[in-house]
């Protein structure tokens, strides 16, 4: 709070005070502080996302959308930012408009073995089998050591077996 009092408009100053808060498990002030980093950087997009995975996390998934939507008007390049929309879209069975933000993810940032992965996941919930195997196998490619889409693609091919 003492850096606060002196720079009282320095974004980074919010936006490690919420995580701070978030340390401490104060989900709400984490959610106000990072708010008045992005007032006063709105291309703050490490604040940005913090504030989507918190509210995904929390189940808010309509306010992560409403609030991604104004996020990505401040920040229309951020890979980052498509991906935890795309990640919420998933969860509320919004295929298409998921698809789309992961592909722009992937677009911006083409060397993520975890937004594939994921995306594999996306085409899993789906029923897309092939796309699913396709991403898991690329998320792979980038990186061998990616656990999760290993496990996931094993599961899967065994399912079809």
């Known amino acids: 709070m003492t850096a606060i009092s002196f720079r009282n408009k320095y974004p980074d100053c919010y936006y490690n005070l919420g995580n701070l808060y978030l340390d401490a498990k104060r989900n709400e002030d984490a959610l106000t502080a990072w708010e008045k980093a992005v007032l006063f950087r709105s291309t703050h997009t490490a604040a940005w996302s913090n504030m ?27 890979a980052a930012l498509h991906f935890s929309i795309a990640n919420t879209l998933g969860k509320v069975q919004q ?67």
């Open 52 to 78: 989507l995975v918190l509210l995904d996390s929390l189940g808010r998934y309509k306010e992560v959308l409403e609030l991604g939507r104004i996020a990505l008007m401040h920040n229309p390049t951020s």
């Open 95 to 161: 295929f298409e408009k998921a698809e789309k933000h992961f592909l722009e993810a992937i677009n911006l940032n083409p060397h993520s073995a975890l937004y594939y992965s994921n995306l594999g996941v996306l085409y899993h919930r789906w029923r897309r089998p092939q796309r699913a195997i396709e991403m898991y196998r690329k998320s792979l490619q980038i990186d061998p050591r990616m656990t999760t889409a290993e496990n996931n693609l094993r599961r899967l091919i065994n399912a079809q077996l």
